[in-house]
């Protein structure tokens, strides 16, 4: 019984890793996607002159 708890511990470990690294990638694809935004808004006003 012991040897089943520490696998569905590490089970459960494994996967609160695997979604805290999809929230990093999540967040660092959203950072990306807010840069490229903000240079293509410039790019407008740039156009636009």
């Given amino acids: 019984m012991e040897a089943q708890y520490e696998r569905m511990h590490v089970g459960i470990m494994s996967v609160a890793e695997a979604l805290k690294d999809e929230n ?26």
């Fill in 24 to 49: 990093s990638l999540s967040n660092k694809l959203h950072n990306v996607v807010e840069r490229q935004v903000a240079i293509a808004e410039k790019q407008v006003g740039i156009a636009k002159k």
